[in-house]
């Protein structure tokens, strides 16, 4: 998203075919409009690029395998913070000649973050979690953008912090305003889906009381965050704005 964000087409020899899909990638329009690799060598060896840029988290052989080939290769780490979002930008704009450019994208956003961080509201309780367990955890770059946008993840403390799937009792006690939830839900039965089918969970938070985020917003750090917080603001706002009253068992720090 990167490379889309910062070249023009004609200068991508390609990109990962997980760029085309909604779920994972906020810029499918660009990346229709480039090649696509599947992260083999074989496409590498294909295209001839004059530069390879990849994730150090991911196609480790394939990574060891072009680097004993003599390909250009400039391995971008991870980003769990809006800081790891600047220095990766950076990173891919000097790597690519477009300095310029990437200073622009850091600029947007931190205008964007900057704004937010002047227009204070009450904290919003929440519980992040998706189909895999509550998640959001501290030092990841989804409950940056949590608490960027004014929320205050309980899924990223005790007792949720403790366990590894969602569990109805320990989202009953921590008994957030809102659920967060990223991943879509399967609508096939499974261990997956227990908590978002819980009688429960159904009667208290379905509705208004669940903001949806599409996972594409908090798995890749980019510059495009600021809109991304900005936007899940917006939504948590408008959800607080249509409860017309607390739950029932919240205690007075969990209304706070």
């Known amino acids: 998203q990167l490379v889309?964000?910062?070249?023009?087409?004609?200068?991508?020899?390609?990109?990962?075919?997980?760029?085309?899909?909604?779920?994972?990638?906020?810029?499918?329009?660009?990346?229709?409009?480039?090649?696509?690799?599947?992260?083999?060598?074989?496409?590498?060896?294909?295209?001839?690029?004059?530069?390879?840029?990849?994730?150090?988290?991911?196609?480790?052989?394939?990574?060891?395998?072009?680097?004993?080939?003599?390909?250009?290769?400039?391995?971008?780490?991870?980003?769990?913070?809006?800081?790891?979002?600047?220095a990766n930008t950076r990173q891919v704009a000097k790597a690519v000649g477009e300095e310029a450019r990437g200073e622009a994208l850091i600029a947007r956003m931190d205008a964007q973050l900057n704004t937010i961080s002047r227009q204070p509201m009450p904290p919003i309780r929440v519980a992040a979690w998706d189909g895999s367990g509550f998640n959001a955890a501290k030092g990841t770059l989804y409950d940056s953008i949590l608490t960027a946008a004014g929320a205050v993840n309980v899924g990223s403390q005790p007792p949720a912090s403790s366990y590894g799937a969602p569990d109805a009792e320990v989202l009953l006690k921590a008994a957030p305003t809102l659920l967060v939830q990223g991943m879509p839900i399967d609508e096939k039965p499974g261990l997956r889906t227990n908590l978002a089918r819980h009688p429960l969970v159904r009667q208290y938070w379905a509705g208004a009381r669940t903001v949806h985020i599409r996972q594409a917003w908090y798995i890749c750090g980019t510059p495009t965050?600021?809109?991304?917080?900005?936007?899940?603001?917006?939504?948590?706002?408008?959800?607080?704005?249509?409860?017309?009253?607390?739950?029932?068992?919240?205690?007075?720090?969990?209304?706070?």
């Open 225 to 256: 965050v600021g809109g991304t917080v900005r936007a899940l603001r917006s939504q948590l706002r408008e959800a607080v704005a249509a409860i017309r009253s607390p739950l029932p068992f919240a205690t007075r720090e969990a209304v706070r």
């Open 4 to 86: 889309l964000a910062l070249l023009p087409p004609e200068r991508i020899a390609s990109v990962t075919w997980l760029s085309r899909n909604p779920g994972s990638s906020l810029m499918v329009k660009e990346a229709m409009r480039v090649g696509i690799n599947h992260g083999l060598a074989e496409d590498v060896v294909r295209q001839k690029p004059d530069l390879v840029l990849a994730g150090n988290f991911s196609t480790a052989s394939t990574r060891r395998l072009l680097k004993r080939l003599g390909y250009p290769m400039v391995e971008v780490g991870d980003a769990n913070s809006f800081d790891d979002i600047r």
